[in-house]
């Protein structure tokens, strides 16, 4: 018998969306909004991993359990569940963000609604195909090396100037910030004039490559009995906690968030992997050419020696303030 996972996984990411629509219309003084906003990043953070969590223990095993089934083959029906949250997700996405390019208008109720359908569609398209990458898993042990290649790998997308990430969001990031999960401030009221209209303002966007990666993680945990619930109750923290020295005065800008999820996923699930001979020489090459793959990308980074456009923090995971919040314009603006 299948959990109330996914079901829970509907009403968190429905509150989130009833809780978008509200800030879309709530301002408060300046004092209270700056501690909301802080609120506001650990909710629209941590909440999204919970929700994962949840889905993730739907039960994906050969009849559908939880947990006896532990290790077997994904069924069909649950291979389709999430193709449809695949599909139905993107649809929503596409559809919400194409309206708010080309006819609703800059601020109002129709425009923040977007904005949440936008948002609830990433939600459900990176738990989809997260959890279909997370199926093709076949043994635990396989976890190990993919965290480590997935957070070099990210490290390098990162830091490099000219990798494909890095040149999204310096040369598109108006492309990137449609894609990205974004974490909300509360607005404040202003002294001088009221409002101009309804409209959420972000402080930070999450690159959806995030999300989608821990709903492998946790979907492949489920299905071979490892502890989810102990590995997500300490990735929801560590990624809060990574999202406030982002956005302190650090004055941060971009950071891998892969780096801390698989570490988190590692250092919890330590014990779970038990590795012979030829399968550790493989993850010592992988542990291996993932540090030159990091190092790399830092390499190209520290040794940019193009000028730089100063910009506001941003979220973990390929993810920037949004322009008018910089202390500079982003390119392309």
């Known amino acids: 018998m299948k959990s109330n996972g996914l079901r829970d996984f509907f009403l968190l990411t ?48 050969r009849s559908g359990g939880p947990s006896e089934d ?13 193709a449809w949250l695949l599909v139905s997700g993107a649809v929503l996405h596409a559809a919400a963000a194409l309206a708010l390019r080309t006819v609703l208008p800059a601020t109002g109720p129709a425009t923040v609604l977007g904005q949440a359908v936008v948002q609830c569609g990433i939600a459900l398209w990176t738990l989809g195909l997260g959890g279909l990458v997370g199926l093709l898993i076949k043994d635990r042990n396989i976890i190990l090396p993919v965290a480590l290649f997935l957070a070099a790998l990210d490290m390098f997308l990162v830091f490099h100037p000219q990798a494909p990430t890095a040149r999204l969001v310096r040369q598109n990031p108006q492309f990137f910030q449609s894609m990205a999960v974004s974490v909300p401030a509360v607005r404040e009221t202003s002294s001088e004039a009221a409002p101009v209209g309804a409209s959420v303002e972000p402080q930070a966007f999450v690159g959806p490559a995030d999300l989608l990666f821990i709903a492998m993680f946790f979907v492949g945990m489920s299905r071979f009995g490892m502890p989810l619930s102990r590995t997500a109750k300490w990735v929801a923290p560590v990624m809060v906690v990574y999202l406030l020295i982002v956005l302190s005065k650090l004055n941060l800008n971009m950071l891998p968030a892969l780096v801390p999820i698989g570490g988190t996923v590692l250092l919890v699930n330590r014990r779970e992997f038990n590795l012979d001979r030829s399968e550790k020489a493989m993850v010592w090459g992988i542990a291996v050419f993932s540090v030159l793959l990091a190092g790399f990308g830092l390499y190209g980074h520290f040794t940019d020696r193009r000028p730089t456009v100063q910009t506001a923090p941003s979220m973990p995971g390929n993810v920037q303030a949004p322009p008018e919040q910089a202390k500079t314009p982003l390119p392309g603006r």
């Open 14 to 61: 429905g509150a989130l969306l009833v809780l978008r629509l509200l800030l879309g219309f709530l301002t408060v003084p300046p004092g209270p909004a700056a501690f909301l906003s802080v609120v506001s990043s650990i909710v629209f953070v941590g909440i999204p991993i919970v929700a994962l969590y949840r889905a993730a223990d739907y039960g994906w095993g």
């Open 70 to 82: 532990v290790g077997t083959s994904p069924t069909r029906s649950g291979a389709k569940v999430l």
